[in-house]
């Protein structure tokens, strides 16, 4: 699915005033579609339609295997062979080790809880305060919590408060907070 059968979909649901997944559900009736677009978007579909419902029944773990099973994205790596792919595969083995201690703790090992875990969960609430250690992390990360030092790096007008911030004065307020 390239920019074009995308810029297509985004027409549409446009004129239909639809989501844009909405619109691949669709593809039969997008008519600016070529016939092997439309098989691509109805296969897609297709695909993620399983995966949700495989998401109610399986285990986060099984369900990531399942998406990596059927997309073929795991071959796809290994066949890539660059250090790229190595380091993404590396990252799939981090993220089912993530899973795997998810697991242990949780009873309901389902895809919503481990989202919701994962997303509250992040390295400053793991860390040790009696040890002395420097902490990197994006604005958005530190807002919100203390530190009795803070060092901002890269702090350039147009890099922060962003150049399109500064367009509204409701928007570069928020970006300054």
């Known amino acids: 699915i390239g920019d074009g059968t995308i810029a297509k979909l985004e027409t549409f649901a446009e004129k239909k005033a639809i989501s844009l997944y909405e619109a691949c559900l669709r593809a039969g009736e997008i ?44 071959e796809d790596l290994l066949v890539e062979g660059t250090i790229e792919a190595q380091s993404r595969l590396e990252n799939i083995q981090e993220l089912f080790s993530v899973m ?37 992390m994006t604005f958005h990360s530190a807002k919100g919590l203390e530190f009795p030092v803070v060092f901002m790096v ?4 147009g890099i922060f408060p962003h150049a399109n911030s500064m367009l509204d004065q409701d928007g570069l307020e928020e970006e300054r907070r």
């Open 154 to 157: 890269g702090m350039e007008e």
């Open 100 to 136: 795997e201690e998810f697991q242990k703790e949780e009873s309901d090992n389902s895809l919503a809880l481990f989202l919701e875990e994962v997303s509250l969960v992040a390295d400053v609430d793991s860390m040790d305060d009696s040890i002395d250690y420097i902490t990197l």
């Open 31 to 74: 008519s600016t579609l070529g016939n092997a677009y439309q098989k691509r978007l109805i296969k897609f579909v297709s695909l993620m339609e399983d995966f949700k419902a495989s998401s109610m029944k399986l285990s986060v773990d099984k369900l990531t295997q399942k998406i990596l099973n059927d997309t073929g994205y795991q």
